[in-house]
């Protein structure tokens, strides 16, 4: 809070374009920017989102919602800015966690060798959504540079570059020359020497003394690195004592900080009880994240197995290749990572983990419809992004039991596996979702499993023009509803769940689907270079042409609850339904 406002008085925004990295801390920025008035629509469908967004104001110049971007995009526009002629500062804010992403290091070396005016803000609380781990955690906790020392450091700066070359046979010598008497002087660090100045570490709390340093860091003409160290939730006791569960908190009580929790169980929730039985009898399983041990659901497992728990910060291609080496020496390594963040690691999957053949799995939580965090958190470009990538097993899970039982199969398989499933609750188990993995098959449930009325088995088998309705797991929630619907209106539909997007029995499939009227294929991904799309040219060539095809269509979804991202995709339950007795006609 207390950078925000020391920005924003210090600096002329939209002249002087302040960039937040990821930007789930730009909340105070958006208060001071015109938005105070509609901040109670924070998140919700057709309210503001949840990160900066260009299109809601001009203070905002990126959508930005991944992790360590800021200074690659801030060099950018200020370079561009130069080109153009344009005056105004351009300031990177970037947290010490997204400071762990390799991103930032490559802008970082990039903007000292072009020594552009640029402004790199480290706001350093020793957490990204976990406590930070890593050399750059312990780096920056070892800084202990002084506005001070930066004074002196800065004069005899000066005063060493005074000393003039004698020739160019001496060039070299007087280069190291210099060198050595800036070091009886000066302790320089990592930022030093990519060719920023440095000012910090600063009390983030302080606003005076920030606006103080800020205004003189304003008059510099070269790259700099202010390094302000702040606490996460300062200012609420229950978020200073708990900072990981107040990074992105649901509704909680104000005087204590009780988080609201569920009786039911989600799916990482039943992922992390998974993984940690299976660990005691399988000792050479190891598990990565990505600085999201809670979020994946490692928390538990990096309790008990410390020394097979490996989080490599916010480091997503590491991660992954990181898993090839570690498959490589003989472990089973298990890389948990959100959907949208695996989007960074095509080139790890198909470089290091497939071509490589090893036997790694990849948890994928958050796929499909992801609520509140809009665009840049969409699970939906996984299937097509990977379907493509020879050597690698993609399934989809419906239930928990569903997801012990690919789980299991995936390790003992010894290949490269990816498992997806979304941010939900666990469904109701039905026996359907116990049966044996066979490979390269799904699940299937006839609809009288999704009868709540008096409906008898006869009075179901003699209605005509019956439906198969093909559907990835995540999107089961919506699917099964969507058949009761039809099955009360006379309809009748079963259900077939793709366990497997990739391999896939053609043949077995090709036997159920000829038994049906029509096929619908849902899926909570994007439908172009989707499973439903292959699957429907694979009924076209053979000859069953009534189908229809429903999945995110080619475009980006905004913000808003579940169910407000799904009509907007038009996968609800009713458009499901109504798609279900289109075919049917």
Request: proline letters at 5%; charged letters at 25%; aromatic letters at 10%.
């Given at each position: 809070m207390e950078l925000t406002l020391a920005l924003h008085r210090v600096f002329d925004s939209p002249q002087d374009a302040i960039i937040w990295d990821v930007s789930h801390q730009c909340y105070a920025h958006k208060l001071l920017t015109g938005r105070y008035n509609e901040f109670k629509t924070l998140r919700q469908k057709n309210g503001l989102s949840g990160f900066t967004n260009k299109s809601e104001s001009v203070h905002d110049f990126f959508i930005n919602g991944h992790s360590s971007t800021s200074i690659s995009s801030a060099l950018g526009l200020l370079a561009a800015r130069e080109l153009n002629g344009n005056s105004g500062k351009v300031i990177a804010v970037i947290g010490d966690g997204a400071l762990t992403g390799g991103m930032a290091f490559e802008a970082l070396s990039h903007a000292g060798?072009?020594?552009?005016?640029?402004?790199?803000?480290?706001?350093?609380?020793?957490?990204?959504?976990?406590?930070?781990?890593?050399?750059?955690?312990?780096?920056?906790?070892?800084?202990?540079?002084?506005?001070?020392?930066?004074?002196?450091?800065?004069?005899?700066?000066?005063?060493?570059?005074?000393?003039?070359?004698?020739?160019?046979?001496?060039?070299?010598?007087?280069?190291?020359?210099?060198?050595?008497?800036?070091?009886?002087?000066?302790?320089?660090?990592?930022?030093?020497?990519?060719?920023?100045?440095?000012?910090?570490?600063?009390?983030?709390?302080?606003?005076?003394?920030?606006?103080?340093?800020?205004?003189?860091?304003?008059?510099?003409?070269?790259?700099?690195?202010?390094?302000?160290?702040?606490?996460?939730?300062?200012?609420?006791?229950?978020?200073?004592?708990?900072?990981?569960?107040?990074?992105?908190?649901?509704?909680?009580?104000?005087?204590?900080?009780?988080?609201?929790?569920?009786?039911?169980?989600s799916f990482t929730e039943a992922f992390s009880n998974i993984i940690c039985d299976y660990s005691e009898k399988q000792p050479d399983l190891v598990a990565i994240t990505a600085a999201m041990a809670k979020g994946t659901g490692l928390s538990h497992f990096s309790h008990l197995h410390p020394e097979r728990f490996f989080d490599v910060g916010i480091a997503e291609e590491h991660a992954v290749t990181f898993a090839g080496g570690l498959a490589r020496g003989g472990k089973i390594p298990v890389v948990c990572i959100y959907s949208t963040f695996i989007q960074r690691s095509v080139d790890q999957m198909i470089h290091d983990i497939t071509l490589q053949k090893a036997h790694a799995i990849f948890m994928l939580d958050r796929a499909g419809a992801v609520p509140g965090d809009g665009a840049?958190?969409?699970?939906?470009?996984?299937?097509?992004?990977?379907?493509?990538?020879?050597?690698?097993?993609?399934?989809?899970?419906?239930?928990?039991?569903?997801?012990?039982?690919?789980?299991?199969?995936?390790?003992?398989?010894?290949?490269?596996?990816?498992?997806?499933?979304?941010?939900?609750?666990?469904?109701?188990?039905?026996?359907?979702?116990?049966?044996?993995?066979?490979?390269?098959?799904?699940?299937?449930?006839?609809?009288?499993?999704?009868?709540?009325?008096?409906?008898?088995?006869?009075?179901?088998?003699?209605?005509?023009?019956?439906?198969?309705?093909?559907?990835?797991?995540g999107i089961y929630s919506e699917v099964q509803k969507a058949v009761r619907a039809v099955l009360l209106e006379n309809g009748y539909a079963d259900l077939y769940i793709l366990r497997f997007i990739k391999p896939f029995d053609e043949t077995y499939f090709l036997e159920l689907a000829k038994k049906y009227y029509g096929i619908v294929f849902v899926e909570d991904g994007i439908k172009d270079g989707g499973a439903g799309e292959y699957l429907n040219q694979l009924v076209l060539k053979n000859g069953i042409t009534n189908t229809i095809v429903m999945g995110f269509e080619d475009r980006f979804y905004s913000h808003g609850s579940r169910a407000d991202v799904l009509a907007e995709a038009k996968l609800s339950v009713s458009d499901i339904k109504e798609a279900i007795i289109k075919c049917a006609k």
């Open positions: 060798q072009l020594n552009k005016n640029l402004i790199v803000i480290l706001n350093d609380n020793q957490m990204s959504i976990d406590h930070n781990t890593g050399s750059v955690s312990r780096y920056l906790s070892r800084l202990t540079m002084t506005a001070r020392y930066q004074t002196f450091r800065y004069r005899v700066d000066k005063a060493i570059d005074k000393i003039p070359y004698l020739g160019r046979h001496l060039e070299k010598f007087i280069f190291r020359f210099k060198r050595s008497l800036k070091g009886l002087f000066l302790t320089n660090n990592l930022f030093v020497d990519l060719g920023f100045e440095y000012v910090g570490p600063l009390d983030g709390h302080n606003e005076a003394s920030l606006e103080t340093v800020l205004r003189k860091v304003r008059r510099l003409h070269r790259p700099v690195v202010v390094h302000v160290v702040t606490k996460k939730g300062k200012g609420y006791s229950p978020a200073e004592d708990h900072p990981e569960i107040f990074h992105g908190v649901g509704p909680f009580q104000i005087s204590d900080g009780t988080v609201e929790r569920f009786d039911t169980l840049t958190h969409q699970g939906i470009y996984d299937i097509a992004l990977f379907r493509a990538v020879p050597d690698l097993e993609i399934m989809t899970v419906v239930s928990a039991q569903d997801l012990r039982l690919c789980f299991e199969w995936a390790v003992e398989k010894g290949t490269s596996v990816m498992i997806r499933y979304p941010k939900l609750s666990c469904p109701t188990e039905l026996p359907q979702f116990s049966s044996p993995v066979e490979f390269g098959r799904g699940i299937f449930v006839p609809c009288s499993e999704f009868v709540i009325e008096n409906i008898s088995e006869s009075e179901l088998e003699s209605r005509k023009n019956k439906i198969l309705l093909v559907c990835t797991g």
